[in-house]
């Protein structure tokens, strides 16, 4: 019998990397996709399948993680052996702007998830995984981080994540569900949304080689992240779901840079050249020509940004067997070679 996966949030970066991942393992996949006023199945669009194919393995259907209607019925619909919860406001900055909004999505969400599993008696079939993150930790307790650390979130987001976080444990002790939490650290890849750092560096450094952008405008440059490849990720989700126990892993590399050693090795792969002036907020990066390239703005600050990640992933490492393949450089010359065949192909 082919194993049956529902993925919420299907349409985001880690939603299209996983969907390509379970397919590959021959899963029947089931996304769930929320209406937009404009088309937002672009990651998963190559892997669209026609819903008149009788044997189809990869079907999308209509819902939203903040109405429990739909997430109860397309769970009892799809009876599926594994969930994987990915939907999210996912933005930190924005969750500042949003924050009842991100509590009811990113908090509840899980819950309704679970009470939907426990609701069509499924405890004994289906597995669930929920999309915890490193920003949980937030003013860090610890140097790096660990399952045991303690959580100290600084957004709305880290506060509403630490619900869903502590709802997958509540409802695997009390009604044995499979449930897990993975801690993921930060992951970019080409298809990352485009208002997240990574990708904003990358895309407008390659604009501004290429005489298409002037300047890149950002906020916090000091902050430190540990920056891993999705794909990878999303390859330890599934991992995560297939041991013995249900439990709680720490996904990182273990490797942390800079926003701005970030974009210095960014420039670097480029051949461009950025001469550093200034101190804090006045900092700027020129150009060979002296024209200044980058600059702060005040509204890329949050009211509260966590300046440290840096993960310990030994347990996963260990117990799942897995390591991250890529790393910082393959993963910005992946990123960078995406932008180029944008801008080479796009009108
Ligand atoms: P993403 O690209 O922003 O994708 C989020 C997904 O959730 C999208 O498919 C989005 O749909 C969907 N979504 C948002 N609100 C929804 C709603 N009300 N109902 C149904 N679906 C909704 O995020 P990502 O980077 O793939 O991350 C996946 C998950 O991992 C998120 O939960 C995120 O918080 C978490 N996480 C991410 C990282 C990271 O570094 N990427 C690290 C740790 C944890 P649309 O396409 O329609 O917007
Ligand atoms: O790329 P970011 O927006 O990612 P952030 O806030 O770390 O959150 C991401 O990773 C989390 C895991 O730790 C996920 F849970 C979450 O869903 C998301 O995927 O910002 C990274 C850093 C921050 O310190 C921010 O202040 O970059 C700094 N930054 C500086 N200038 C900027 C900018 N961030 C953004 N988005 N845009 C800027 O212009």
Redesign the pocket.
Known sequence: MKKTALI????????SYLAEILLKKNYIVHG???R?SSM?TSRVDHIYQDPHDKNYKFRLHY????DSSSVSSVIEKTKPNEIYN?????HVAVSFEVPEYTAN?DALGALRILEAIKFHKLEKKTKFYQ????EMYGKVQKVPQDEKTQFYPLSPYGVAKLYAHWITKNYREAYKIFACNGI?F??ESPRR?ETFVTKKIVSALCKIKEGKQKKLFLGNLNAKRDWGH?RDYCYAMWKILQQKKPDDYVIATGIQYSIKQFINITAKKLKMKIKWKGKGFNEKGFNEKGYPIIQCDKNYFRPLDVNTLLGNSKKARRNLKWKPRENIDSLIEEMIKFEYFHLQNDK
């Not at 919420?8 to 939603?15: A, C, K, S, Y």
């Not at 990915?86 to 996912?90: E, G, H, N, P, V």
């Open positions: 919420f949030g299907i349409t985001g970066q880690d939603g769930v996709k929320r937009s937002n819902g939203d993680i903040t990915l939907a999210a406001q996912s999505a999309a915890g993150t490193s993921l930060n992951h949304g999705a």
